[in-house]
Structures are given as C-alpha cells and as structure tokens.
C-alpha cells in the first residue's frame, strides 16, 4: 500500500528534508569556484566568524518560529543590549574597575539585560495572548530607536563618541576583549565556535529533552498541548526570554569582534536575514516542525552568498536580490518537493 | 410521485464497504426521516447524493433526471441543498452578504447592488415568518438563526430537496418548535426534506416517512403513522442493542471524589458521589453541562461554588497541571482539536502530558519510554507499525487509544473522559468500551460523558442525567435505557408520552 510507503519515508532519508545541506555545499562550491583557487583555509574559517552574531539571532528566531510565534526585535535587541553594554564599559572603564572584572560584569549585564528585553515580549505575547508579530514589530521600534535617542542624550564618556555612535573607550579592558573577539582555537574564531556549540547544546534540547518536544508540541497543535498539561502560556514567555538570551549572547560577541555600536545600522534587517536562514534550514513557518540543525546551514548559507558577491567583484547592492533568490529556490523545494512526491504517490494509487 | 430514487447504492472505501445495495425512495413534500446509529452510512449516502462521492454501482434519479455521477455544482443546480451539522458561514460577514455570497446581484459595471439584495432577504424571511436583519453580523445571530440563514440560503438556491442533518442538536426546545414551523410551511408550498436525527420524539412530530440504515445495508422503509419509538429503534439497533455482553456488575471500592453544590459555567448544584473503580456516565442533550462540568473538574474551566472532595481531601482546582497533580486525566471530546499533536510522532503524543509532572528530570530517556510502549501497545491494542509514525497515520480508533495511553502514563487514577468514542468506527468503539470496563476493573475511576445512550448502557455503573446544567436524574446501570434517558433529558417529555412511544 502507498500509505506504507509513505510511512516508512519519515524514517528513512529522503533529500527534501536535508535540502539545506545541499543549498550550503552547492553555495560553498560556487564560492570556491568564484575565488579562482583564492581560497584559503582562513577564508573557510572567517565565514564560521561572520556568521557567529547572525547565527545567535537565527537560533532565537528559530524557537520562535518553532512554537509557531515570530520575533522580529531580534535585530534591535541584539544592537541595543550592544549599546547598553557599551556604556557601562566605559562606565566601568571611567570608574577603573579592573579588566577581568569589567569583562565578567559586561558578559553578565549583556545576558541579563538581552533576557529582559526578551522576557518583555515574551510576557505581552505568552500571558497576554497578544500576536507576536506586532508586538515584537512595536518592541524593535522601541528598542532601536532608544539606542539612537541615548547616543545623543548619553554624556560623551560613556558612549565613548562624541557623535551618534557608541565606542569602547581605548585602553587594556578593550584589548582584551578585542583580542577574545577576533581570537582563534585552532585556528577557528572563537565566535564561531560559541555559536557552533551553543547551536550543538539547543539541538540537544530540542530533540532530547522534554522542554524541547513541548515546544514543537505547542506549535504543532496549542490547544492539544494545553489540553494535555502543558503550560502553554508559561513556555512561551521563556522562549521569547531564551530568544533575549540568544541575542544577548550575540551583543557580546558584537562588542568584542567590532568594540563599537552604531545603532543606526547595527542589526538592521537581521531579523530578516534570521528568518530567511530559519526557512532556509527547513523549519516550518507555521510551527511544530523542523530540526534546529538545519538553522546552522541557513545561517552559514547566507554568510557564503556575501562572500561570493565579494568574490565575484559585483556590486555589493545586488546582495539581497541573490539571498532573496536562493530563499525563493529553498521554500520552492521544500513546499513544491513533497507536493510533487504525493501527487506520484496519489498516481501509483490509482 | 418520487422526486428522489436511490436504487441500490453501494459504496467502499478502500476495500471496506461503508454502503451496500442501499435504496432510498422520497416522495415529493414530505419529510423523509433517514435513521440508523452513527457509522450506519447516512453521511455517505448523502454524500452520493449530494456529489461529493461517486457511488460504486447504483443509481441515482433526482426529479426525473440520472444524477448518478454529477459534481456538487450540478447537484446544486438542480435544486439538493444540504444543511450541514457544521453550517457553512461567514461570520464576518453580514446576513445578505452571505446569502448571496459568490451570487451576488451586480449592475453592468459590477457594482453591488445591495438595496436589492436585502429587500430579497427581507421578502424571503417574512415567508419563512423569521425576524432576522439582513445586515446583521452573522457572528451575532444565535445558533438557531445561523441555521434559519441556511435554509434561506437553500431557498434562494430554488432548492426542492433540502437535507437537514442533525440540525436540532445546537438549538433549544423553542428553537426547535420554531424550526419545525419553517420546515411544515415549505412543506406546505412543495419543498422536500431529509430529515437526520437521533431524536425520537423530534422524528415523529415533523416526519411523514422514514427509512432506517444499520451497517450500511438497508434495513426497511415505510409510514411514520405506522410505526413506534421502540420499534425502529430496534430495528436501528439490531442485534448490538443486547447491552449484557461485556458489562458485569463488579466490587465498588470507597468514596473517591464527592462534589456537594458545585456550580461553574454552565452547570450549577452539581451533588455526586463516585466510588473508586466505578464508571458513571453523565449524560445530556447539547448544552445541558455535562462537557463543562468535567472541564471544570480538570481545570479547564474554572469552578465558582461548591465543594469538591478527592479521596479524603479537598480540591481546589486552579490549573490543569493541579489536576494531573492529583491524578487526574481528561480525554477532552473533538480529538482533532484538543488532543492530536499532528507533527509529532505516536510515542511522542503519548509521553507528552507525563513531560510534563517529571520535568524535574529534564532529560527524555527514549529506551525506557519505547519499553513502557510495547507495554501500552499490546494493552491498549494499539495497531501501529512503529512508534515513530506520526499519530495522524493511525485510524480515529488507533489514535484515540494513543490518548488513552498518554493519559495511564501520568499513571491517573480518575479518567474523565468526554464523548470518547466520537468519531471512532464500531468496532473501535467495542474495543474502547472494554478497555475503559478493563480499566474500571483495575480500580481506574472512570467518569464518562456521552450522548450515546447505547454506549453507556453498556459500560456504565451508574448515570447522572443533566437538564439545563443541573442533575435531573441518577439512574442505575439497569434503569439506563434510552428512553429514560430521553425523558429526563429533556424535561419535557411526560411520562405518559414517553410510555407510549
């Protein structure tokens, strides 16, 4: 019988479900071919590193999507948690705290403060049942557009710029961090590798932990999860804040890689991009479906197409008409494939 | 004069009969009531005849015509329009717009020309004598006048056959009266109805001729004058109407809950008493509580007043996880929307409401859960080929007892369960009574919810009747027929009537 058929594919291999592997290995191929034998081994590995802040925000965005929500403040709060960050380095700096000190307390603030500002559209979306997609739209308005009022309304010594910007004020506390950010292990950049781990530990907890099945739980069917004991509301307010996590996770990573903020372009449109690697990674807009893994391959695909633009020499403005492209091509397969694959099973039916 | 000649309709889906040889003859202007148990294949039947299945062989003669084989358009077209049970709405949109929808009365430019149409709306409900605003929203029409707006939805569709499928279960007794009024006055100007009810008393006032299915064959045709209550029910019925199989009378243990004044939304002086190991049924028409009354048990729905008592202590229910807490499970009715998890695999559907009392132990341990599976599959008689197909690959019956396993896994002692065996086939349900009796006999507590009244004559120790939220009526297994049931169920029936039906 077909049916039977059908049945033993899920547990099989089949390519539709592991499409963005082959988008990464045919961008990457692309990539080595566009370089003309240019490529060396630290180009491999600086596309791990420009991927790394993304790649937080495309692990939150991933979630989100994964209880069938949506997080468009991912972006904003990644740049403004930077920002806050900021300041209270040169606070600190100014106050002459010692290096490891004003390190440990900026990791910590950036965690907490990312989480806050999470954990704020988590409370408006999951306790109040508001739609996400505004919330989160009205929350990166507000959380951007304080980064830019405090960038003039911030004394100058502790955004470190007398202009729009925020800058990490020149001394051994910023060299320490620089040299964290744009460190190597291995030669692998240790942003990368957080990001690769930390993707690694939230893949682990999305297929072998009971947090993990709830959440694909609640964005499969809300109601049955709810009817089964499952404290919908509650779960999804700490996923919007593990999303405020991730994203703080990613300021930081931005402060040590970059030392300063504009927070006029900082993060803009990478809520964007997120989903677009989300989609990419083959989890399912409306929820309940997907693997995390694929979020790692989506994120890294898009890093390769800025880097073949680079190659290719063209201009860097025609960038997001390829990534729109490449995302049309991969929701085309993933939606059209299984469409295609029914109608011949429907066919052998008949 | 026949408008209406099914002749020999047989009809299976892959491979298993669902129709055999039936026939179905309806007289132009009369009521026709179609009668048979749920799965007796009415629904198919009417489906044929409709357009929305081809038969395998038979014919259909509508009005002098062949429709055997035509679409649902074309059955439109010449004049069946079928009422479904869920009506076909918009509710954002106004009365008038809704009759028309996709028909629209439009100027040559293509403006609408809305004065029109509702002057049409208003003409024809002053004919069925209904008071509806054409330009009300439908959202705030009530049951029964969503229901009116389907009717004159057919009628502006010229429809001379009208199929009404179960559509007294939203409404209330005045409803109903007013309901029957539009049915005798387009009877009276020639309209013909198939009228689909399990409601006896309801199938006598407004039928002329009746025709009864059981197990997809036909089993007799003829005048409702002729007839009784009692004898078509047998007929119905058949043989499964024997309720001694699988029920035997068993030890009750203790008191295990008690409920003293317990109101909530819906239902109100709730006094009950249930012992460990018993099954009580609760019983009523739509809309009497008694689907409320266990939401509010299990924190669903809040409870307002009264005393509730589990096993020795009082409960105050808050949450749902309160209430898995204290071993409770509820098997909530609509199995699509309250309990399937369609993206997830059979063992994952069946783990998830224990998730969530050990989540101190955060880590799935997948070995022990697949052991405890076998173990569930092979009590419960789960057919499933892997426990890592997704539960939507298994048959209503199959995925139902995924339900029933994902509740004995948080290891509940009382299962609350609410119309359980809604939309399972016959043998499923045979299957889903000995389970809940198995289970009872384990010293499970079970308290059932269902309008089936065959179902809980033969699974229940006891049944509490609702009227209007309250408890009408406790009957003992062996006063549990469905004809006492009815009589109080509705609360309205005398006993005279009820006798003589």
């Given amino acids: 019988m077909s049916g039977e058929k059908i049945k033993a594919k899920r547990g099989g291999f089949s390519i539709g479900q592991y499409s963005y592997v082959l988008i990464f290995a045919a961008l990457f191929l692309v990539y080595f071919i566009t370089s003309k034998g240019q490529l060396r081994w630290t180009g491999v590995t600086n596309i791990l590193r420009h991927t790394a802040v993304v790649g937080m925000l495309s692990l939150g965005m991933g979630l989100a999507i994964i209880i069938g929500e949506i997080d468009l403040s991912v972006g904003a709060i990644m740049c403004c948690d930077a920002c806050a960050g900021c300041v209270l380095f040169n606070a600190l700096c100014a106050a002459g705290c010692p290096v490891w000190l004003i390190f440990l307390l900026i990791v910590l603030f950036c965690l907490i403060f990312g989480t806050l500002l999470g954990f704020f559209n988590g409370i408006l979306i999951g306790k109040l049942g508001l739609p996400a997609f505004i919330v989160t739209l009205a929350s990166q308005l507000i959380y ?26 020149q001394g051994a506390a910023r060299d320490v961090m620089y040299k964290f950010g744009n460190g190597k292990v291995f030669t692998l950049p240790v942003c990368g590798l957080i990001f690769i781990v930390l993707a690694i530990v939230l893949i682990y907890v999305s297929t072998n932990t009971k947090y993990g099945k709830r959440l694909f739980a609640i964005g499969s069917n809300s109601k049955a999860a709810h009817m089964a004991g499952v404290n919908v509301e509650w779960t999804k307010v700490s996923v919007f804040a593990l999303t405020g996590l991730l994203c703080g996770i990613g300021s930081v990573m931005w402060l040590c890689m970059q030392s300063n903020v504009d927070p006029a372009t900082t993060g803009v449109n990478n809520e964007m991009f997120a989903i677009a690697a989300v989609v990419l990674g083959g989890i399912s807009m409306s929820g309940g479906k997907g693997k995390l893994i694929g979020v790692i391959f989506g994120a890294l695909s898009y890093t390769v197409i800025d880097k073949i633009i680079a190659a290719l020499n063209v201009d860097s403005l025609i960038n997001n008409s390829i990534k729109g492209a490449i995302l049309l091509v991969a929701i085309i397969i993933q939606v059209i494939g299984p469409r295609l694959r029914n109608s011949k099973v429907k066919k052998q039916k008949a | ?186 009877k009276a100007e020639g309209t013909t109805f198939i009228f689909i009810s399990h409601k006896m008393p309801e199938i006598f006032r407004i039928s002329d001729r009746y025709t009864v299915l059981r197990n997809g064959e036909f089993m007799e045709t003829g005048n409702i004058a002729d007839t009784t209550a009692q004898k078509i029910t047998s007929v119905m019925v058949g043989s499964s109407f024997s309720t001694a199989e699988i029920y035997h009378t068993r030890p009750l243990g203790d008191e295990l809950m008690s409920f003293k004044d317990v109101s909530g939304p819906g239902f109100e002086d709730i006094v009950l008493s249930v012992r460990k190991g018993e099954v009580l049924g609760i019983t009523g028409l739509q809309g009497s509580g008694t689907s409320e009354f266990l939401q509010s048990v299990f924190g669903e729905l809040p409870v307002f007043t009264g005393e509730v008592v589990i096993g020795g202590k009082e409960f105050r229910n808050n949450s749902i996880h309160h209430a898995m807490k204290n071993r409770i499970a509820f098997l909530p009715a609509n199995r699509k929307e309250n309990s399937v998890v369609p993206d997830m695999s059979i063992l994952e559907n069946m783990y998830i409401s224990e998730h969530t009392l050990s989540s101190d132990k955060p880590i799935i341990k997948q070995d022990l859960e697949l052991g405890k599976y076998g173990v569930q599959k092979e009590n419960l008689n789960i057919k499933a080929a892997t426990p890592h197909n997704l539960v939507v690959s298994l048959s209503g019956g199959n ?30 349900k045979a299957e889903i009574y000995k389970l809940i009796l198995k289970l009872a006999e384990e010293g499970k507590t079970v308290v059932v919810n269902s309008q089936e009244i065959p179902e809980l004559q033969r699974i229940a120790d006891r049944c509490a009747v609702f009227y209007s939220g309250r408890i009408v009526k406790l009957l003992s297994h062996d006063e549990i027929t469905e004809h006492t049931v009815m009589m109080y169920a509705t609360n309205a029936v005398d006993v005279e009537e009820a006798k003589q039906l």
Avoid at chain 2, 83 to 91: D, T
Avoid at chain 2, 400 to 426: C, H, M, S, Y
């Fill in chain 1, 144 to 169: 951007r557009s304080v980064s830019q009022y405090c960038s003039r309304a911030l004394p100058a010594y502790v955004t470190g710029d007398p202009s729009n910007n925020y800058k990490m004020v």
């Fill in chain 2, 1 to 186: 004069m026949n408008i209406l000649e099914m002749k020999k309709i047989s009809k299976a889906f892959v491979g298993v009969p669902v129709l055999k040889e039936v026939d179905l003859t309806v007289r132009a202007g009369e009521v026709h009531a179609l009668l048979g148990e749920n799965g007796a294949g009415k629904s198919t039947l009417m489906n044929i005849l409709t357009g929305v299945h081809t038969p395998d062989s038979g014919q259909v003669i509508f009005d002098g015509e062949d429709i055997t084989n035509c679409s649902i358009a074309e059955s439109e077209k010449k004049g069946i329009a079928f009422v479904h049970q869920e009506l076909n709405l918009f509710n954002d949109l106004r009365v008038y717009e809704n009759i028309f929808f996709n028909k629209e009365l439009v100027t040559r430019a293509g403006r609408l020309r809305k004065q029109e149409m509702i002057h049409k709306c208003n003409d024809v409900f002053d004919r069925l004598g209904v008071s509806i605003d054409p330009l009300e929203m439908v959202e705030h029409l009530s049951a029964s006048e969503k229901q009116t707006l389907e009717i004159a939805k057919a009628i502006f569709a010229e429809a001379k056959l009208l199929i009404l499928d179960e559509p007294t279960t939203a409404l209330s007794n005045e409803e109903i009266d007013h309901l029957f009024e539009i049915v005798n006055k387009l």
């Fill in chain 2, 399 to 428: 995925q139902q007892k995924v339900f029933f396993a994902r509740w004995l896994n948080t290891e509940a002692e009382i299962l609350l369960l609410d119309n359980p065996t809604q939309g399972i086939d016959v043998g499923a």
